[in-house]
């Protein structure tokens, strides 16, 4: 369907006298910099004049979704040296009602954010169920303790702030659906969680790598991967969760278009930056696993040493794949997938 532009003025009769007119762009590229400020002027898409209370403007329907860009002009914008009467200012309100693929067009979601309410609904039943089939067995399992036990904690308590984290932006999502503003506290929440999470993660991998690493040598090889801390492993640990949470923070505070979700599209430095980290702690822990199952005869071990490594490594890589993955996709739906 097309797109309805609706402008609403305050003062008709100023926005007559001044000849005002809201010229729309539909790509403001650096070719308009180098004309002249009629010239630029004149290549707008659609010139809609503000002189009437309220003004219906039709645009036709896109191939893609498009962005587009509003300028405001009047009678004075180009003339640099004529001498511009004082005015009141003018204010004007504009609405855009721009339907959906379900011809829905109060949707707040743009075509970037389709979706993702549904998204995370999924994700929250997903992990419902997971929890429903395997919350029994992992209890009995951290009650029984064992040389596991630290680091079944650990990934518990990382999957249940991940889950948390998933609840606070669905909850954020199905609010701003409805008035395009959500609950901000929510999406704090969900970032704060996510952040804790994988913290808490990383610190729990780089032990386990580099306190075996560092241990190897004096380390009984009946004894399965298990956590043992060392001054040298602490340091290499902290130094690596204090550099994510340093990127972390960068990447919130830095990405201005995301401003009412917790996600991010990685576009930023920092965004960037943690995802070669994440590739670099992969193959710091595939450099590890492959020494312990290089040394180890006990095909049980072996095999329980490769499915933690299928797990830590789909924990390390899914973003930076899915973020490459994403660049044969159509701009709109980058930040989707």
Same mark, same amino acid.
């Given at each position: ?36 400020? @009629?010239?630029r002027?004149?290549? +707008?898409?659609? !010139? =809609?004049a ?15 979704? #498009? ?9 004075? !914008? ?5 001498? =511009? ?10 609405l ?6 379900? %011809?829905n ?27 429903? =089939? ?15 036990h ?32 959500? =609950? ?5 929440? $969900? ?22 690493t560092? @241990? ?17 492993? #602490? +340091?290499?640990a902290?130094?690596?969760?204090? !550099?994510? %949470? /340093? ?20 576009? *930023? ?12 702690? $992969?193959?710091?822990? $595939? @450099? /590890?696993?492959?020494?312990?199952? @290089?040394?180890?005869? *006990? ?8 499915c933690? $490594?299928?797990?830590c ?25």
């Amino acid at each position: 369907d097309n797109g309805l532009l609706v402008c609403r003025l305050d003062n008709s009769a100023l926005a007559t006298e001044k000849e005002s007119r809201l010229l729309l762009y539909q790509d403001m590229n650096s070719d308009l910099d180098n004309l002249s400020c @009629s010239e630029r002027l004149a290549k +707008a898409q659609f !010139t =809609i004049a503000l002189s009437q209370e309220e003004h219906n403007h039709t645009i036709p329907r896109q191939s893609s979704p #498009t962005a587009w860009q509003a300028l405001y002009a009047d009678r004075y !914008t180009c003339q640099e040296s004529a001498v =511009i009467p004082s005015h009141a200012d003018l204010s004007f309100t504009v609405l855009l009602f721009n339907a959906d693929s379900a %011809g829905n067009p109060l949707e707040h979601f743009s075509a970037e954010e389709a979706g993702l309410q549904s998204f995370y609904f999924l994700l929250l039943l997903a992990y419902f169920i997971a929890c429903c =089939i395997y919350i029994k067995p992992l209890y009995q399992a951290l009650r029984k303790g064992g040389p596991m036990h630290t680091v079944l904690r650990v990934l518990t308590t990382a999957l249940a702030l991940q889950g948390c984290s998933a609840l606070c932006n669905y909850i954020h999502l199905a609010r701003y659906s409805r008035d395009g503003i959500g =609950i901000p506290l929510m999406g704090s929440l $969900a970032e704060f969680w996510d952040m804790v999470s994988q913290v808490s993660m990383l610190y729990m991998l780089l032990s386990l790598c580099m306190g075996w690493t560092l @241990s190897r040598g004096r380390k009984p090889q009946s004894r399965p991967l298990q956590w043992e801390q060392s001054p040298a492993s #602490t +340091a290499v640990a902290v130094g690596g969760v204090v !550099t994510q %949470g /340093v990127l972390l923070l960068w990447e919130q505070y830095s990405e201005s278009e995301s401003e009412h979700h917790s996600y991010h599209t990685q576009q *930023s430095l920092a965004g960037l930056l943690l995802m070669a980290l994440r590739v670099v702690l $992969a193959l710091l822990l $595939a @450099s /590890v696993l492959y020494q312990i199952t @290089s040394t180890e005869r *006990s095909t049980l071990k072996r095999d329980f040493y490769l499915c933690f $490594a299928k797990g830590c490594f789909l924990w390390f890589l899914c973003h930076p794949v899915l973020f490459v993955v994403s660049v044969v996709f159509n701009e709109h739906q980058r930040e989707k997938v």
